[in-house]
Nanobody
Framework: QVQVVESGGGLVRPGGSLRLSCSAS????????MSWHRQARGKQRELVAS???????TYGDFVDGRFTISRDNDKNSVYLQLNSLKAEDTAVYYC????????????????????WGNGTAVTVSS
């Protein structure tokens, strides 16, 4: 099994910053793409940012340079730096990891699957 856990959310004032963290653990052989999504109350879940194992990043259409995604492959972790936060950034932020799961070692066998964390809440308010 694979576990995905987010942290770093909280209450911040407009213009403030937060650093979200996500760590994956379990029978993971390799992690491929990692991404952050968010869902505001009454809205659909939307892509915030994604990053490949090699470090190529992609951002959602609404992102205007205030957010930065990064990863640490040795720690099976991905991060999202949120700067200049606005009230409309208020949402639950979810981490998704695309992994090769170890199914057997003799012979070495893996299968690809993605996993979601339970989310971390970000609230931007004065």
């Amino acid at each position: 099994q694979v576990q995905v856990v987010e942290s770093g959310g909280g209450l911040v004032r407009p213009g403030g910053s937060l650093r979200l963290s996500c760590s994956a653990s379990g029978t993971i052989f390799n992690i491929h793409d990692m991404s952050w999504h968010r869902q505001a109350r009454g809205k659909q879940r939307e892509l915030v940012a994604s990053i490949t194992r090699g470090g190529t990043s992609t951002y959602g259409d609404f992102v205007d340079g205030r957010f930065t995604i990064s990863r640490d492959n040795d720690k099976n972790s991905v991060y999202l730096q949120l700067n200049s936060l606005k009230a409309e950034d208020t949402a639950v932020y979810y981490c998704n990891v695309d992994v090769s799961v170890l199914a057997g070692s003799e012979p070495l066998t893996c299968y690809d699957r993605d996993y979601w964390g339970n989310g971390t809440a970000v609230t931007v308010s004065s």
